[in-house]
């Protein structure tokens, strides 16, 4: 078992910034691929960004990318989104996740979320 606990959600303005962070523990961090998702009210959950098990390689949605930057801190075993030039539409709860292949849906474990509003 792997627990996820998310931190660093809050209310920003358009154009701000947040560093989200994802705890992990139990089972070997570094053995997972991780990813960040979101949902908005009323919308599908998302893929947002995700990083491969070394850290080597990541992918970004179109909406964020120059904007989002997904890292990973093995040793520490935690997961990061800084979030720059936030939108209004970025305004959604950001999952967490742990999986084999993030971008092929082969999750193992997801945090609980944590909210990030954008107001403009």
């Known amino acids: 078992q792997v627990q996820l606990v998310e931190s660093g959600g809050g209310l920003v303005q358009a154009g701000g910034s947040l560093r989200l962070s994802c705890a992990a523990s139990g089972r070997t961090f570094s053995n997972y691929a991780m990813g960040w998702f979101r949902q908005a009210p009323g919308k599908e959950r998302e893929l947002v960004a995700s990083v491969s098990w070394s850290g080597g390689s990541s992918y970004y949605v179109d909406a964020v990318k120059g904007r989002f930057t997904i890292s990973r801190d093995n040793p520490r075993n935690t997961l990061y989104l800084q979030m720059n030039g936030l939108k209004p539409e970025d305004t959604a709860v950001y999952y967490c996740?742990?999986?084999?292949?993030?971008?092929?849906?082969?999750?193992?474990?997801w945090g609980q979320g944590t909210q990030v509003t954008v107001s403009s």
């Open positions: 996740a742990a999986g084999s292949n993030i971008r092929r849906g082969l999750i193992d474990y």
